[in-house]
């Protein structure tokens, strides 16, 4: 699976202002010292972050970033993807068969997609507020995805 360092970062650094921030901007030179994220690595991913609608950036004396919304209504999949990460855990580009076995799809390819498709569905279930808050991120994200599809727990 490939997870970039970007989308580990984007997340961290979001986790940050999440945790230290109520409402006030934070800049990237604390958020960068705290989380020992270069500082330039940090302006390139909050660009993307406030393209994304993620973040909102304040100018002048005590300016930062700040949440663009609650914690609690940014999943962590909207992070990720932000950061121009899409979960890689097959070999190929996606659905495509390029880098597979001799051109077709491998024996395992149907695995490796499901199993990135998990990881997209419980990284769009978990908020950034379920990790701020130490929640049981598992738990969250089982009781989300229930609520969003509750005829799919009935058996």
């Given at each position: 699976?490939?997870?970039?360092?970007?989308?580990?970062?984007?997340?961290?650094?979001?986790?940050?202002?999440?945790?230290?921030?109520?409402?006030?901007?934070?800049?990237?030179?604390?958020?960068?010292?705290?989380?020992?994220?270069?500082?330039?690595?940090?302006?390139q991913?909050?660009?993307?972050?406030?393209?994304?609608?993620?973040?909102?950036?304040?100018?002048?004396?005590?300016?930062?970033?700040?949440?663009?919304?609650?914690?609690?209504?940014?999943?962590?999949?909207?992070?990720?993807?932000?950061?121009?990460?899409?979960?890689?855990?097959?070999?190929?580009?996606?659905?495509?068969?390029?880098?597979?076995?001799?051109?077709?799809?491998?024996?395992?390819?149907?695995?490796?997609?499901a199993?990135?498709?998990?990881?997209?569905?419980?990284?769009?279930?978990?908020?950034?507020?379920?990790?701020?808050?130490?929640?049981?991120l598992?738990?969250?994200?089982?009781?989300?995805?229930?609520?969003?599809?509750?005829?799919?727990?009935?058996?």
């Amino acid at each position: 699976m490939k997870l970039s360092t970007k989308g580990r970062y984007a997340v961290m650094a979001m986790t940050d202002i999440a945790n230290v921030s109520s409402g006030t901007p934070v800049s990237l030179a604390d958020i960068a010292e705290r989380q020992e994220i270069s500082q330039e690595y940090l302006e390139q991913l909050f660009s993307k972050l406030r393209r994304a609608g993620l973040v909102e950036s304040v100018r002048g004396p005590g300016g930062g970033y700040k949440l663009a919304r609650h914690a609690d209504d940014i999943s962590i999949a909207d992070i990720v993807l932000a950061a121009d990460e899409p979960l890689q855990v097959t070999r190929c580009e996606g659905d495509a068969i390029d880098g597979c076995v001799a051109g077709e799809k491998c024996v395992t390819h149907e695995l490796w997609a499901a199993l990135g498709r998990q990881i997209m569905g419980f990284l769009s279930a978990v908020t950034l507020g379920d990790v701020v808050a130490k929640r049981n991120l598992a738990l969250a994200a089982s009781i989300k995805r229930a609520k969003a599809h509750p005829a799919s727990t009935m058996v």
